[in-house]
DNA sequence: TCAATATTAATAACGGTTACTGTTATTAAT
DNA sequence: ATTAATAACAGTAACCGTTATTAATATTGA
């Protein structure tokens, strides 16, 4: 399936810009270029996007959702200062779930950690 | 601090309906006895009782917020099709996340795993 | 008793997201 | 090339969960 136009720039957008961006981020980052860029487009083409597998969708507790080019297997953490996200590898972390999966009569689908706190950035600007 | 009969039927609906409910779900529950009660006050009441750590808030990926009267260090497990939500032990997910804080710079302040899948019920209600 | 303070019910406003609508672009068949 | 069918668009209204505002009511304490 060939793509249009503006699929295609919100897709390498998310893909070239590994900072988790909003869907408002990748509006603003090419509205000024595109500037008939609608941002109903970018919400519908960012979930068709996590539809088909090409991108991924990351919840945030508080606040908008989060798009991410990296579809390998790992979690987060957030700033609650400055609100950037970090990756982290989880090693371990799949044995605690199938641990958990064996000993109840759940069906793991998915799973994901996000962890809180503070950046070095903001860690060292508050003493 | 002496609480005000609204609160504290709020606090109590959480401490004893262990059901993880949302703020809609608390109204719910107390407005057929408490015909006059308000919306905004549950939601204002249970930030009150969050901030006083009577109970923990937690976010659900899609949809309301849940409250949780259990203060014990745990995580959840959310069924994909019925949305109920269970509690889990997750021993040696401390050791993960200090082992993370350890070889990052980030200050660690909280974290939650959030398991998705199908709960007992659903499971078998699908084949 | 009376004033100061706290909390409420009701409702408007908010932020993020989705749904709708009429238009434009793409594709495939004539 | 013209047309018809389909897909995607821009623009905007509606939605949903939550927070803020406001005027009224309840509680406290001199
Ligand atoms: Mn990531
Ligand atoms: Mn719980
Ligand atoms: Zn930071
Ligand atoms: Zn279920």
Redesign the pocket.
Known sequence: ???????ELIQNTVLENRIHP???DVYNMLKPI?T??????V?????TLVENGTIIKISMPN???RYDGDLSKHDHMVCDQCGKVFDIKTEGLLNIVQKIENTTDFEVRDYQLMIHGLCHNCKESKG
Do not use: F
């Open positions: 399936m060939k793509y249009s136009k503006q699929r909003t869907a408002d595109h008939n860029l609608s941002l109903g487009t919400y519908r083409n960012l979930n606040g908008s959702d």
